[in-house]
Structures are given as structure tokens and as C-alpha cells.
């Protein structure tokens, strides 16, 4: 057994992630995996994490905070520095943090990174912060980017694609997640399963419209949810689990997911065909194409994998076409910022023309590998329409014979919201969901 580590240790491995985001552009769950890591407690490795991303989600405000604490611009401060003192103010901030220890560890989680020199900036700063807390958060929240702890780039984009909206979702994205179950339908009944999630002390929450989604009261490790091992449940959020309904799969059709790692979605699609779907799983990037084959096997579930890129055919395409297509691109994840906040660090306003292309790239190399009156969905966890309709619009007008469907199942729920342009769309926050889009085009006959 691993002894508890120092505050000082949690503290600044904390530090240290969110500094590999500042520098090195990492996602936050990379720059996680820390040497240091491996020898920690579990309760320990948990306070980091929690720390880290507090301190990430928070970390617009905290930027405006430390402006003023330093009277000078945050931009100023080495990022490993920056950093710590983002996850002192975290521990200040935040009610569910235990602040009592939060100035002294964190002062000396700066000695512990080798930084004693800025023992007493790092205490004066902390200190004041907490003397002075009205008058600051006040300063700090009178900016958008403040206020919502988000990049002003951003903001002004949301605001001009969801000018009704744009508040409540940037304010959705500061909360903490909830955990979704999907319940694999091949090993077990969503009503039972609930019963036993209560035996078990877990309550749970059933979604009106999608029975086999279930929403925790609390978060839990996977590995402590009854039956997750075994493969009688997934994680996935519910909006995720929309797809299913929307691609409407059937025993004996020949399925393509043209982006699939994780293998969420795919994995959806055949519980849904009690398995009995050919479905190639496609990921261009290897080591994520590995939690594919690993989701599958835990669900007992088979499918072919191909690492390639779904932009290119040639490489990988047998010549037989297929009867449903799922594409769900490499987007800007803006619709899932309160999964992952290091996007708000990590993403540029110059990175989303981009991203655009490369989505529409994927549609035009594998919509004629469609068959016929076979049916194509289009899916981002965006929230942008530069990447959603734009990206849909421009397509649809390249290929006449792609008809859109404005009509969705009867069972769709009614926080998915159709759009006048193209598809549908799930808002951060609205029934608990992620930021989700969809668009389902049927390729006409000729």
C-alpha cells in the first residue's frame, strides 16, 4: 500500500499538469500521466486530478484574478508558476475544497517544484485573495471572460450562433459533469439493473425517452459501478446515445463508423442489432483504435478495426458499399468543455476553419461508399455552426443526391432541438447532456 502523500506532492503534480497544457499543449488527461503518479495512493491520484481540473476549468478567471493580486498581467508569470497559484485559487474558491490547508501547502508545493524563491508571492497572493475576496471576484466577474472562465473568442462565438442561449450554455460548462450509464440490452433489463444499482447504494435516474440510459446521482469509478467489467453497462453520455435512434440500424445491413475510437457509438449500434451488424470500426489514430477493441471485448460485442484514415479510401475500402454510415468528426469538442475544460486552453479561434475541412474531407470519401437509399449521420460534439450546419449545408448543396431528414423518431427527446438550417442539436446543460449535433441524410435514388 502506497503512503498518503504530502500536500506539498499533490499540490504540485497538480501544478505540474496543468502547466504541460500551458506549454506543451497536451490534453489535460495526458499531462496527467505523471511518473510520479504511479506511486501515489488512490485517494491521492483523485486530489490531483481534482485539483488539476478545477484549477483548468477555472483558469480564465483565475488569470483575471491573478491581475489583479500581482498587478500584472498573468501572461507575465512563468506557466509553471501560473499554474500553481491557479490551483491555490482553486482550493480558495471552491466550497468543496478543504481551504484550511489550501495557502500553506500550496506555498510549499512551490519549494516541493524546486521554486522556493516564489514561496512569498505565492503567499501573499493566496492570502490577500482570501481577505479580500469580494471586492476581487467582483473586478474579476465585471468580464465575459472572467465570468465565465472562457476565452473571449469563444464567447463572442457562441453568442452570435446561439444569441438566446449562449449564457446559460458557457454557464453549464463551469459545472462538473454527470456520470451516463447505457445499459448493454443483450445482458440486461434497464429496470433491474436500476434495482441493483440500489442494493448497491448507487441511485440512479432513468432518461424518459432513452430507457437503457441511466444518469448516477454521484460519480463513480467505473471499476465500483456493479456489472461494468462484465460488460452490462457503458459510460456514455445520453446525448451521445442518441445516435442509435437516429441511424436506426437492422440485423444483416453492413455498417461503417468512419471515426470510431472510443467505440461508444459503435458499440451502441450493435447492442441495438443484437450484434448481428457487419461494422467496420475506422480510427486513424492506433492507440485509440486500441480502446475500441478493448470496449468490445469487455461487451462481448464483435466488429472489424482498421486504423486509417477515413479521408482516403483507397487504403482501406473493400469495394462493397455500405447501408449505414456514422460519421462522428474530429471537431472542436465545444460541446463537451465541462468533460473537458483543457479545451478552453487548448483551442484556437484559427483552428476551427480547419476543422471544418477536414470534416467536410470525410463526408465527400465516404459518402460513395453509401449504398443507395442507405442513410448517412453526421455527428459533432460542437456546438459551433461553422463545423455543425455550415458544414452540412455546404455538402448537401455539392451533392444533390443527398436528401436531408427533417423527421425524427417519435421517441427523440425534446431537449435535442431541431434547427432551421440542418440536423439537430443538444445544448451543455439542457436535461443534464453534452453539446451534441446531429444531421441524417438518406443518399436518394437516381
Known sequence: MSAPASGAATRGLAARAVARVLVEGRTLDVALQLPEMDSLAAADRAQVRALAYGATRWHHRHRRLLGELLHRPSARLEPELEALLSVGLFQVLDAAQPDY?????????????????????VNAALRRMQRERTPLLAAALAADDGRYSCPSWLIDRLRSDWPRDWQPVLEASLQAP??????????????????????????????PELPFALRLARATPVAGIPGFLAGEVSVQDVAAQVAGLLLDVAPGMRVLDACAAPGGK????????????????????????????????????????????????????DGRPFDRILVDVPCSGTGVIRRHPDIKLLRRPGD???????????????????????????VSCSILSAENTAVVGAFLAAHPQ????????????????????????????????????YALMTRAEP
Open 178 to 207: 454527470p456520470l451516463w450509464l447505457r445499459v448493454n440490452r443483450l445482458r440486461r433489463d434497464p429496470a433491474e439493473y436500476r434495482a441493483e444499482l440500489a442494493t448497491a447504494g448507487i441511485e440512479s435516474t432513468a432518461s
Open 402 to 437: 443527398a436528401r436531408l431528414e427533417r423527421i425524427a423518431p417519435a421517441t427523440l427527446p425534446d431537449w435535442l432541438r431541431p434547427l432551421p438550417d440542418a440536423g439537430w442539436q443538444s445544448l451543455p446543460g439542457a436535461a443534464d447532456t453534452d453539446g451534441l449535433y
Open 352 to 378: 476551427i476553419g480547419p476543422l471544418a475541412g477536414r470534416q467536410r474531407a470525410i463526408l465527400d470519401a465516404v459518402w460513395p461508399l453509401l449504398t443507395r437509399g442507405g442513410q448517412l449521420l453526421y
Open 101 to 121: 490547508a489550501a495557502v500553506s501547502a500550496t506555498v510549499a508545493a512551490a519549494r516541493w517544484l524546486g521554486r522556493s524563491r516564489a514561496t512569498g508571492l
Open 266 to 317: 459503435a458499440t451502441q449500434l450493435l447492442e441495438l442489432a443484437a450484434g448481428e451488424i457487419d461494422l467496420l470500426a475506422l480510427d486513424h489514430d492506433a492507440t485509440r483504435l486500441v480502446r475500441v477493441g478493448e470496449n468490445l471485448e469487455r461487451l462481448g460485442l464483435r466488429a472489424t478495426t482498421v486504423c486509417a484514415d477515413a479521408r482516403e479510401p483507397s487504403s482501406w475500402w
